[in-house]
Nanobody, 120 residues
């Protein structure tokens, strides 16, 4: 059974940093894609960042502030978020797909999400 478990969310002030982690079990995603999406209240889930092989992809709204990385030995993907803004607030979901070309989704597997709240 594939499971994704996010951690690292919290309440921070604008300008602060957070690092999210997503540990995958049940399957190795070194040949697939892992990514982060977020959902703010009243909004649809939106793409944030993804990583497949050595390629990284970002939404325009987070480019230059967020960095996605992965540790294949730990089957874990990270999202380093710097210079956080109030509009970054939302539930952040980790996702994974065996299909490396579906980096914008939809993914087959999702975590439960972790709340990130940025106060202005």
């Amino acid at each position: 059974q594939v499971q994704l478990e996010e951690s690292g969310g919290g309440l921070v002030q604008a300008g602060d940093s957070l690092r999210l982690s997503c540990a995958a079990s049940g399957l190795s995603f070194s040949s697939g894609v892992m990514g982060w999406f977020r959902q703010a209240p009243g909004n649809e889930r939106e793409f944030v960042a993804a990583i497949r092989f050595s390629f990284k992809y970002y939404a325009d709204s987070v480019k230059g502030r967020f960095t996605i990385s992965r540790d294949d030995a730990k089957n874990t993907v990270y999202l380093q978020m710097n210079s956080l803004k109030a509009e970054d607030t939302g539930v952040y979901y980790c996702g994974a797909s065996r299909n490396a070309y579906k980096w914008r989704g939809p993914y087959e597997y999702w975590g439960q999400g972790t709340q990130v709240t940025v106060s202005s």
